[in-house]
T-cell receptor, first 111, second 117 residues
């Protein structure tokens, strides 16, 4: 599975959009991009995933560049409860599930 | 629908002892994975089970083992505990391997925090 690179930390103001970047320049054609987040003392929570098209759900939007070498997770209106570590992961879709977590981005939402 | 349930939530053991952790997946999920999280190494994959068979294994010593039962519930066991085994152990379940669930996300429990003294 391809490696990902994320900034170690970011912050944004409550109510503003949080844009979290991820670089996955070695991604291959059949690898998906997944985003999870982990709030202190809890298990990681699935946010969204995509292959090449932009995706949106009730939590966030995922923008994947045309060459698929990078992506951005967008939290449209960040709240204090969005303060967490955000992980960007790439994996090949298939029958066996193994996620390789990097260090993630620690997002701090300021009041 | 109930989420992934892990028991116990906290555990304190002594070096050399063994421990068994339990995980109940989301109803209908047959894939169960285990991860170890430590401050130094982050989240690391231990193993994955599907229909009582281990499908994938991470790079951990043989002291770490697991199994899955016919009802998809899973247990992991760590024998001859070492101080370095102190960690948060996370279980996750998924529909992966069940036809349409090939890209289904993992759903994690809140973990068992193991402290080895």
């Amino acid at each position: 599975d391809a490696k990902t690179t994320q900034p170690p930390s970011m912050d944004c103001a409550e109510g503003r959009a949080a844009n979290l970047p991820c670089n996955h320049s070695t991604i291959s054609g059949n690898e998906y991009v997944y985003w999870y987040r982990q709030i202190h003392s809890q298990g990681p929570q699935y946010i969204i995933h995509g292959l090449k098209n932009n995706e949106t759900n009730e939590m966030a939007s995922l923008i994947i560049t045309e060459d698929r070498k990078s992506s951005t997770l967008i939290l449209p209106h960040a709240t204090l409860r969005d303060t967490a570590v955000y992980y960007c992961i790439v994996r090949v879709g298939g029958s066996s599930y193994k996620l390789i977590f990097g260090s993630g981005t620690r997002l701090l939402v300021r009041p | 629908k109930a989420g992934v349930t892990q028991t116990p939530r906290y555990l304190i053991k002594t070096r050399g002892q063994q421990v068994t952790l339990s995980c109940s997946p989301i109803s209908g999920h047959r894939s169960v994975s285990w991860y170890q999280q430590t401050p130094g190494q982050g989240l690391q994959f231990l193993f994955e089970y599907f229909s009582e068979t281990q499908r994938n294994k991470g790079n951990f010593p043989g002291r770490f083992s697991g199994r899955q039962f016919s009802n998809s519930r899973s247990e992991m066991n760590v024998s001859t505990l070492e101080l370095g085994d102190s960690a948060l152990y996370l279980c996750a379940s998924s529909l992966v391997g069940q036809g349409a669930g090939v890209n289904s996300p993992l759903h994690f429990g809140n973990g068992t925090r193991l402290t080895v003294t």
